[in-house]
């Protein structure tokens, strides 16, 4: 079963509003990561928060995490028509030894121009 | 400076034929996973290579599926007697190191179609 899942599956939007997804999770985590995928591409890192952690910004993302209801937010603002990707949330596990990045299945943003 | 490289870029190949996905990763990342993206999916994690250590082979879905890494450099994914199921797209990925807190650079895939 997939540790992240994002929230909604599609979003639709207008240039210039603000885009929020979500991100839940199972068990305890090391960090929470945020990836974009544009359509037949690869994923592009875009923001990592730690579990000590509670919000970041990048630019015109910004992320929040708390770790007491397992989610995690991210905004992004003034969204582009560019902004138009698929966007995933993945955890690394606490503990151990264990570095694997677990993904969910995206939220799919359509900004429209 | 190149990112991660893939070939090829897709794949066609007959059910029962065996594949073999190529990877290069970004120079000096010691790091290297392999995931597998189905249609309108996550990603599922299929192995991971650090350095010298035995792999993490935990995500293989068969014993058909294999994968190496030479010289800690280039991998390599090998699907043996593809089956239908087996189509998706084939992510690599390489991190400097194994520290968690070190983000993943992604290829762009090779896209496999069994037929």
């Known amino acids: 079963s997939q540790q992240g899942e994002e929230d909604p599956q599609a979003l639709s939007i207008q240039e210039g509003e603000n885009a929020t997804m979500n991100c839940s999770y199972k068990?305890?985590?090391?960090?929470l990561q945020w990836y974009r995928q544009n359509s037949g591409r690869g994923l592009v890192h875009l923001i990592l928060?730690?579990?000590?952690?509670r919000e970041k910004h990048s630019g015109r993302l910004r992320v929040t995490l708390d770790t007491s209801k397992k989610s995690s937010s991210l905004l992004i603002t003034a969204s582009r028509a560019a902004d138009t990707a698929s966007y995933f949330c993945a955890t690394i596990l606490s503990g151990g030894s264990n570095y694997k990045l677990t993904f969910g299945k995206g939220t799919l943003l359509t900004v429209n121009p | 400076g190149a990112g991660v490289s893939q070939s090829p870029s897709n794949k066609v190949t007959e059910k029962g034929k065996d594949v073999e996905l190529r990877c290069d990763p970004i120079?000096?990342?010691?790091?290297l996973y392999w995931y597998r993206q189905s249609l309108g999916q996550g990603l599922e994690f299929l192995i991971y290579?650090?350095?010298?250590?035995?792999?993490?082979k935990s995500g293989l879905p068969s014993d058909r599926f294999s994968a190496e890494r030479t010289g800690g450099s280039v991998s390599t994914l090998t699907i043996q007697r593809t089956q239908q199921e087996d189509s998706a797209v084939y992510l690599c990925?390489?991190?400097?190191?194994?520290?968690?807190?070190?983000?993943?650079?992604f290829g762009n895939g090779t896209r496999l179609t069994v037929t």
């Open positions: 068990t305890s985590i090391n960090n």
């Open positions: 290579f650090q350095g010298n250590s035995a792999p993490d």
């Open positions: 928060i730690r579990s000590n952690e």
């Open positions: 990925a390489s991190s400097p190191h194994q520290a968690p807190n070190s983000p993943l650079h």
């Open positions: 120079s000096g990342h010691t790091a």
